[in-house]
T-cell receptor, first 116, second 116 residues
């Protein structure tokens, strides 16, 4: 059983289009994340949700909007796609944010977005 | 601000050699967590280890071992008797436990190539 899944795995689209990436986790985790990995493999967090509540919102263009319908799902919608949005987007999840403990994150397989 | 430095961009070894991947971190927090992740050519991110700042014991898991030295702010990763399947990008990451520090800050990764 896949723990963290993302769809689609590949997404090729033209500039100006709107697209969504879906993420689901079956680990029973409370916290989910979106990361962007650029062409140099640098990984940066974009958003984090805990029990459907947004808790981290890094400096990301407001064309990116996360949506969490329930704690097992965190989708990423991107409006008016630009060439610079081309990257691999990873979803991740971890156990809830309890006190002073930080749990490891488990990552999905990634979605390679190519904007032409 | 948190920072993770992986100064070795690429390392190439011959199978069965031992190899150490360096990780140096910066944080103002007294409590924090360190992680290593592996990204093989297939692209997924695989969790390897989590360590909190109060546990300076070295850890060994099969051919993998980790050396945490708080005095030098380092958390190095050694693969003993490397194998071709160890070829991957390895990421070191750091998380604080509160506020804006409670998120994974990744290093830039080390590309390890193990030659047959």
């Amino acid at each position: 059983d896949t723990a963290v899944s993302q769809t689609p795995k590949y997404l090729v689209t033209q500039m100006g289009n709107d697209k969504s990436i879906k993420c689901e986790q079956n680990l029973g985790h409370d916290t989910m994340y979106w990361y962007k990995q650029d062409s140099k493999k640098f990984l940066k967090i974009m958003f984090s949700y805990n029990n459907k509540e947004l808790i981290i919102n890094e400096t990301v263009p407001n064309r990116f909007s996360p949506k969490s319908p329930d704690k097992a799902h965190l989708n990423l919608h991107i409006n008016s796609l630009e060439l610079g949005d081309s990257a691999v987007y990873f979803c991740a999840s971890s156990q809830g944010r309890f006190g002073g403990s930080v749990s490891e994150q488990y990552f999905g397989p990634g979605t390679r977005l190519t904007v032409t | 601000a948190q920072k993770v430095t992986q100064a070795q961009t690429e390392i190439s070894v011959v199978e069965k050699e031992d190899v150490t991947l360096d990780c140096v971190y910066e944080t103002r927090d007294t409590t924090y967590y360190l992680f290593w992740y592996k990204q093989p050519p297939s692209g997924e991110l695989v969790f390897l280890i989590r360590r909190n700042s109060f546990d300076e014991q070295n850890e060994i898991s099969g051919r993998y071992s980790w050396n945490f030295q708080k005095s030098t702010s380092s958390f190095n990763f050694t693969i003993t008797a490397s194998q071709v399947v160890d070829s991957a990008v390895y990421f070191c990451a750091l998380s604080g436990i509160s506020g804006s520090a409670r998120q994974l800050t990744f290093g830039s990764g080390t590309q390890l190539t193990v030659l047959p």
